[in-house]
């Protein structure tokens, strides 16, 4: 069997035709089996959905409980038979409940990675390698310039900025789900245990996360100190990208400007959103950990999709490795 006849892109995804489903779908479609809960993966409208307990519990919290008609959650490794199709879900290390599918028939495996990240990361399970016969891979940061450093030096300099500006309240842009929790238990991790403020728009993920035995120490909304902005001098307020935008983050003192995200490698990426103190915490890999992964898998061939195609097509070509880009349209950053 070509893969192609097991899997293959469509305007509405990956479609699997022997098991009618889609993977992903940026669509309404009958059957979908969904890789993790960022809103470019997961959407609502669905008939049936097939993702792991996380990701359908972050889809709930996210969409409404009427996100879909019907449900169905995959433990870590259960094969389930799809129309003939056996499917198996395995982590993908990028925020809670994130998975890679395995897609299997007449011996032939192809594995959708989803969106994945190789480093130490205790607010969600780590990436699995799976044997395969094509790899299907993202490529978010797929160019030689982006190497990532490590999470836990970009960290602390937000807590030296904090020693040097007692005064200021540093806004930390996160995104709601997974890197706003990531961050979070790294200034713990950094030896940071005073309260921390979040947007409201994080508190129910925040809470999901403890309530998974994720421990993010003493959290509170940034709401409601409004009145006496001197409480949140030298505090950490943590909240969505956007919110630093508008009004809400005009009425703190002296307010100094952060962002958690691979893109923070790019200067202008940061001096055109008025970042003070870039970030590069990212929950993608970087150049060197694409590489890495699929020469660890060693699968016959390489799908690419999600970002920077081209660079890493070549680089699999180079290698002797047959690849191919996919062009799928509809997924964005919202977890970098």
Wanted: hydrophobic share 40%; proline share 7%.
């Amino acid at each position: 069997m070509k893969p192609e006849a097991l899997l293959h892109p469509t305007p509405a995804g990956l479609f699997c035709p022997l098991g009618k489903f889609h993977v992903d779908p940026v669509r309404p479609v009958e059957r979908a089996l969904i890789t993790h809960g960022h809103s470019d993966h997961a959407r609502a409208g669905h008939g049936k959905v097939l993702a792991t307990r996380q990701t359908l519990d972050i889809m709930a919290l996210r969409y409404g409980e009427d996100f879909t008609r019907s449900e169905q959650a995959a433990e870590w490794g259960e094969v389930i038979d799809v129309d003939g199709v056996s499917v198996h879900f395995h982590p993908a290390g990028h925020v809670l409940g994130s998975a890679q599918i395995a897609i299997e028939r007449d011996g032939l495996r192809i594995v959708v990675s989803g969106d994945y990240k190789r480093g130490v990361d205790p607010t969600c399970a780590p990436f699995q390698p799976v044997p395969c016969d094509v790899f299907i891979t993202e490529a978010t940061f797929g160019l030689p310039v982006f190497h990532h450093p490590d999470p836990k030096a970009e960290t602390r300099k937000l807590l030296a900025s904090i020693r040097q500006f007692p005064e200021r309240t540093h806004l930390v842009g996160a995104y709601s789900l997974g890197k706003a929790q990531r961050v979070i238990r790294l200034i713990r991790d950094c030896g940071y245990d005073k309260t921390i403020f979040i947007h409201g728009a994080l508190a129910k993920l925040c809470d999901y996360y403890v309530s998974q035995g994720i421990e993010l120490g003493e959290l509170r909304p940034a709401t409601i100190e409004k009145k006496d902005p001197s409480a949140f001098h030298g505090a950490i307020v943590v909240g969505p990208p956007s919110a630093f935008q508008d009004r809400w983050a005009r009425r703190f003192n002296e307010p100094l400007i952060s962002f958690a995200s691979g893109w923070m490698m790019v200067r202008q990426r940061a001096k055109q959103g008025g970042v003070e103190l870039p970030l590069v915490i990212s929950d993608h890999c970087d150049w060197p950990e694409l590489l890495e992964t699929i020469r660890e898998i060693s699968p016959q061939e390489v799908w690419v999709t999600h970002g920077r195609e081209e660079a890493l097509v070549r680089w699999c070509e180079l290698q002797g490795l047959p690849a191919k880009p996919l062009h799928l349209v509809g997924y964005e950053d919202e977890g970098d």
